[in-house]
């Protein structure tokens, strides 16, 4: 009987997901001035995952990370994370996620070790581990050598991989990163992704969100998109880029000649949002294809300034499940910036 | 973009002295409208003086009947020294926000314009005049409504308001000085606390003579005692020339010098530039 | 080096058994306040000047007034009022700390901890009694060079320290609790504002006999009367329980109204 009590609690924990939301809302203010910054977010992240969230400013994702790390509480809906509901049991919650928010979250006016430190004893650790784990955490993210420099004297990489340290002191088993890389060098990006898959492959439930579509692919195992509030897609970043289907020809053409372009594109197959001053096309032959348009397009009198094929990206999956790219876009979104965060007015 | 070559629509005339005035006007209304547009930092310039006075005249109304009191009330008393401190605050203050020009990059944008050089400091010292007789008329007119008496009258109250002015403009100079050369509004908030030595170190909150020691030294030989008391004269006495002098030649002499600082530490800004 | 920092232990579902205990917290953020003043000293001098400097000015500018009143010698009815204003600056500090710590995302980092919510709160409020023992001390000092009497002996100091540390944790918290609600330097300048009326509205320039109309009627039920008695009570006569029960209560009032509005506003944020 006590091996059978075992084995339901053991399949329990292998089917319990670190993260989980049903029908998750938060909204500011009330009345006419109600602004629904997460709008019924259903996920399910499971253990050793990489999980990316990805949508452009102020489309929910930062509003979700801070329901799910106990820092606000969910107007509707519920979620879990590593077991413990994070309305109810906020105090297990916290013991168990580790997270870095969108600014690196420090005191510039101490040393890199203090804060370590400090973190230690917000978690409980004894003062004998606190150091050692503090020592092992500086030379993880290489920051043995600045450790008792002010982190007001630090570069921005260093203060994010010092915001990463911290939120490694307790061993947790699931961490949540908020746009980890934003305001990074690209070395510095590609550093900091190199310790996120390392973390991942030592058993740490990631979930991730960002703005850049290349650290959602390099990343990710599976991600969910979320725009004004709500998951419009989600599933391994290679499968939801394949059910786009055709790669997109994008062409340059003279503002005087985009109509025509227009009518002509249209005949190859469905037209898609590109950005301002370019027409883009699903070609479902692909490069086969791209011939026929030119020639059509010559005949039409239109002059093609540069043209390119891309296969389809997530920003192509973005598009087609918003109706705009999420390259250089903002979130028509009307979530207040203060949601993102508890920030001063 | 057309071939043609892009014109400016206006070229900015000559330097002129009529150029020069309007400049500074331009620029005095924008500095006032600064700081109309900043309430809570004006706010304490105008609370903090009346809260004194208030608390002076309820606390020391008892030494206002001594036989040898300079005033017939305390409330009577106190007004000058509330218009002193309210005009000292507020052109701390407003130097403050010529700090935060300098240091925002606004300051560059207006030297990279025509505008007449002397205009960016004067126009500065005309927003704190405006903005102290506009403290002359409040504070007066509270003060009026709760039983002071001008004793000399609308003499007194013209003379007061010009003593305001010459006051801030004072002050003002001095302040810009050294907003200009540090570009820092911390540095220009650091020099509160000289203000306030300035102030209490008079007889801007009690009668000189009440004093004792070292303090009354002291306050005889601070300038700002001397204003205080000109300025207490409108209130307080018949009208005599050494009201004038006191009240209006003081500040005037420390705006002279003021004024010269602030312009000097304009010219080495634009020198080092 | 390529050394996994995490435990190959199963790791257990709820990651460490208890979080930071309150009290390591509170006396960390403790050490966090003081290390701060050592680092930014700029910002501690005002603190530090203001209340002396206040005290030699109120001393000698108004002394003539509470020698009437047939107090001795000025610096007796003024290092009172001083230290304990010197006290409340710590609350400024507080409130632009946390304003800081919001600014930066610091303040997440600690709501995040597992910790009990009234150690994030206690923590600061100790840290202003740090922060008061030198301005408190430097006044106490500067009252003695000035000649001030001391009747009571040794209890009339520590009256004078136990009223200031009193407001100093009463400032802190309502600063606390206003920051909390509104999240911006308003909150500092409301907070100095509250602060200022309360001591200033009662027996700060001169005692009750001597005041008239609309300032004896607040200054009698300002509890900050009650806490100046308190205060002042062994430095100009004898120390008797009629003086001291009065100014003990009103800080133990006040002190438990600031520390819910403190919680309350805490509690807010997470709404």
């Known amino acids: 009987m006590l091996v059978g009590c075992h084995l339901v609690v053991a399949c329990n924990l292998v089917t319990s997901a670190p993260i989980i939301a049903h029908g998750l809302v938060r909204h500011f203010g009330s009345g006419d001035n109600t602004v629904r910054a997460v709008d019924g977010v259903d996920l399910q992240v499971d253990q050793g995952e990489i999980f990316g969230f990805l949508g452009p400013n102020g489309a929910g994702k930062s509003t979700t990370v801070r329901v799910l790390t106990t820092l606000l509480k969910p107007s509707a809906g519920s979620a879990t994370v590593a077991g413990f509901d994070v309305a109810t049991q906020a105090d297990q919650v916290r013991r168990s996620i580790g997270v870095a928010l969108q600014d690196a979250a420090i005191d510039p006016l101490m040393t890199g070790r203090e804060l370590l430190d400090l973190q230690s004893v917000l978690y409980g650790i ?220 | 973009m057309t071939a043609a070559t892009a014109t400016a629509t206006h070229v900015a005339p000559p330097r002129s002295f009529a150029t020069a005035v309007h400049h500074t006007l331009r620029l005095t209304q924008r500095s006032v409208l600064g700081r109309l547009r900043q309430p809570a930092a004006l706010a304490p310039s105008f609370i903090f003086p009346l809260f004194f006075a208030a608390l002076g005249s309820a606390s020391f109304q008892r030494m206002s009947k001594l036989p040898d009191f300079p005033a017939s009330s305390f409330l009577n008393y106190t007004a000058a020294g509330a218009i002193v401190q309210g005009v000292l605050f507020a052109a701390t203050s407003s130097a403050g926000d010529l700090a935060t020009d300098i240091e925002q990059g606004f300051f560059e944008r207006l030297l990279v314009s025509p505008v007449t050089r002397t205009a960016i400091v004067i126009g500065r010292l005309g927003s704190a005049m405006v903005v102290a007789i506009t403290q002359v008329f409040v504070f007066l007119g509270i003060f009026l409504a709760f039983g002071a008496r001008i004793e000399t009258g609308v003499v007194g109250f013209i003379g007061l308001t010009v003593s305001g002015a010459l006051l801030a403009l004072a002050m003002s100079g001095l302040m810009s000085g050294i907003a200009i050369r540090s570009g820092s509004p911390e540095v220009v908030q650091g020099s509160f606390p000289m203000v306030f030595a300035l102030l209490f170190l008079s007889s801007s909150f009690f009668p000189r003579q009440y004093m004792t020691g070292w303090y009354k030294t002291v306050a005889s030989w601070n300038p700002m005692s001397h204003v205080v008391e000109g300025m207490q004269g409108f209130m307080n006495q018949p009208l005599d020339i050494d009201q004038f002098l006191r009240a209006w030649l003081i500040p005037l002499g420390i705006a002279t010098v003021s004024i010269m600082f602030g312009l000097r530490a304009l010219a080495n800004r634009l020198a080092a530039q | 080096m390529n050394t996994s920092i995490v435990n190959d232990a199963p790791r257990s579902a709820t990651g460490r058994e208890h979080g930071g205990h309150p009290l390591s917290v509170s006396g960390a953020l403790v050490r966090r306040t003081l290390l701060r003043v050592r680092r930014m000293p700029a910002a501690f001098v005002p603190s530090i000047v203001m209340p002396v400097f206040q005290l030699i000015a109120f001393s000698g500018a108004f002394g003539a007034a509470v020698r009437l009143a047939g107090v001795k010698n000025a610096m007796d009815w003024y290092v009172p009022l001083n230290a304990v204003q010197g006290a409340s600056f710590g609350a400024m500090g507080v409130s632009f700390g946390l304003i800081n710590d919001m600014q930066t995302g610091f303040f997440d980092r600690l709501l995040m901890a597992p910790t009990k919510r009234w150690a994030l709160i206690v923590g600061p409020m100790a840290g202003s009694i740090a922060r008061a023992a030198l301005p408190v001390a430097l006044v106490i000092v500067i009252g003695f060079l000035g000649g001030m009497n001391v009747p009571g002996g040794p209890l009339a100091i520590f009256y004078v320290a136990v009223a200031a540390t009193g407001i100093a944790l009463v400032a802190s918290a309502f600063a606390l609790g206003l920051t909390y609600r509104m999240r911006n330097m308003g909150a500092a300048t409301l907070t100095q504002f509250a602060i200022f009326f309360t001591i200033f509205l009662s027996t700060s320039q001169v005692p009750l006999s001597n005041m008239a109309g609309w300032l004896h009627a607040v200054a009698r039920v300002n509890p900050m009367t009650n806490v100046l008695r308190l205060a002042r009570q062994g430095l100009l006569g004898d120390i008797t329980w009629n003086d001291t029960w009065g100014g003990l209560l009103a800080i133990a009032v006040m002190l438990f109204v600031s520390c819910w509005f403190a919680l309350s506003g805490l509690k807010s944020l997470e709404k």
């Open chain 1, 126 to 345: 004894p003062k004998t581990r606190a150091r050692e784990r503090g020592d092992e955490l500086l030379e993880r993210v290489g920051l043995t050598a600045a450790a008792d420099r002010r982190v007001g004297t630090y570069s921005g990489g260093m203060r994010r991989r010092l915001d990463l340290a911290l939120s490694l002191v307790h061993e947790p088993s699931v961490l949540f990163l908020d746009e980890p890389t934003t305001g990074l060098d690209p070395m510095s990006r590609l550093t900091l992704w190199e310790e996120v898959r390392r973390l991942n492959r030592e058993g740490t439930t990631v979930l991730l969100t960002t703005q850049y579509l290349e650290e959602a692919d390099q990343l990710a195992d599976r991600i969910a998109i979320i725009d004004h509030g709500k998951i419009v897609r989600e599933g391994v970043p290679r499968d939801l880029k394949s059910a786009v289907g055709a790669p997109t020809l994008l062409i340059d053409v003279d503002s005087t000649h985009a109509e025509s372009a227009r009518t002509v594109l249209a005949r190859f197959g469905d037209l898609r949002p590109t950005s301002e001053g370019t027409l883009g096309v699903g070609l479902v032959q692909g490069a086969e294809a791209v011939a026929s348009v030119i020639r059509s397009l010559d005949e039409a009198g239109v002059h093609v300034r540069h043209l390119e094929l891309n296969e389809p990206s997530l920003d192509d999956v973005f598009a087609e499940a918003t109706g705009y790219r999420l390259e250089g876009a903002e979130a028509k979104s009307d979530a207040p910036a203060t949601g993102a965060r508890r920030g001063p007015r």
